[in-house]
T-cell receptor
Framework: DAMVIQNPRYQVTQFGKPVTLSCSQT?????MYWYQQKSSQAPKLLFH???????NEADTPDNFQSRRPNTSFCFLDIRSPGLGDAAMYLC???????????????FGPGTRLTVL | AQSVSQHNHHVILSEAASLELGCNYS??????LFWYVQYPGQHLQLLLK??????LVKGIKGFEAEFIKSKFSFNLRKPSVQWSDTAEYFC????????????FGTGTRLKVLA
């Protein structure tokens, strides 16, 4: 089935040790998103790509970077994880036939990041 | 800044009870509105959405939501819940102004007792 896949599902890293989370999609969607969701909080948009155009949210820390080498893959790099970066990281995709903001987002299962 | 409030964080209902989950947003312009659901062990999926037309929208599994512009609300309803509706429900808003930014609420955990 077409889907959004995130690897790994669980990631443990050490304080300050760079980590990369990956997301792939078989939906051929233009837009890919990365969200951070901490316990009992709302998913918070970190950034998104429209094709290769990268859009960073103003309050996303510089510690978070992203790469999208092709339509199917998108990576989240955390350069120096702190304890406060422990969270669930959600990837989502969409394709906006109806224009901005009307599109359905398709979410992956998330990667739970633990920082020791 | 835009924000979304979901006032009910935890709701417990018996099967066949009626459900209404509140969602209020703060944004003065035109909005697109969504409800997403996350069943235990599964990922977020769309329940329903509104971006124009009839303010009463129907989604999957018997859910509906009503957009009341004057109240900045988009409450989710279901006349008779089932045990399988146990899940977490998220309201989300997009400012319909050429942006892909979505603001999510903190979610409501619904538990339906059999």
């Amino acid at each position: 089935d077409a889907m959004v896949i995130q690897n790994p599902r669980y990631q443990v890293t050490q304080f300050g040790k760079p980590v990369t989370l990956s997301c792939s999609q078989t939906l051929n969607h233009n837009v890919m998103y990365w969200y951070q969701q901490k316990s009992s909080q709302a998913p918070k948009l970190l950034f998104h790509y429209y094709d290769k155009d990268f859009n960073n949210e103003a309050d996303t820390p510089d510690n978070f970077q992203s790469r999208r080498p092709n339509t199917s893959f998108c990576f989240l790099d955390i350069r120096s994880p702190g304890l406060g970066d422990a969270a669930m990281y959600l990837c989502a995709t969409s394709t906006p036939p109806g224009g901005y903001g009307t599109d359905t987002q398709y979410f992956g299962p998330g990667t739970r990041l633990t920082v020791l | 800044a835009q924000s979304v409030s979901q006032h009910n964080h935890h709701v417990i209902l018996s099967e066949a009870a009626s459900l209404e989950l509140g969602c209020n947003y703060s944004y003065g312009g035109t909005v697109n509105l969504f409800w997403y659901v996350q069943y235990p062990g599964q990922h977020l999926q769309l329940l329903l959405k509104y971006f124009s037309g009839d303010p009463l929208v129907k989604g999957i599994k018997g859910f509906e939501a009503e957009f009341i512009k004057s109240k900045f609300s988009f409450n989710l309803r279901k006349p008779s819940v089932q045990w399988s509706d146990t899940a977490e429900y998220f309201c989300a808003v997009n400012a319909a102004s050429g942006t892909y930014k979505y603001i999510f609420g903190t979610g409501t955990r619904l538990k339906v007792l059999a």
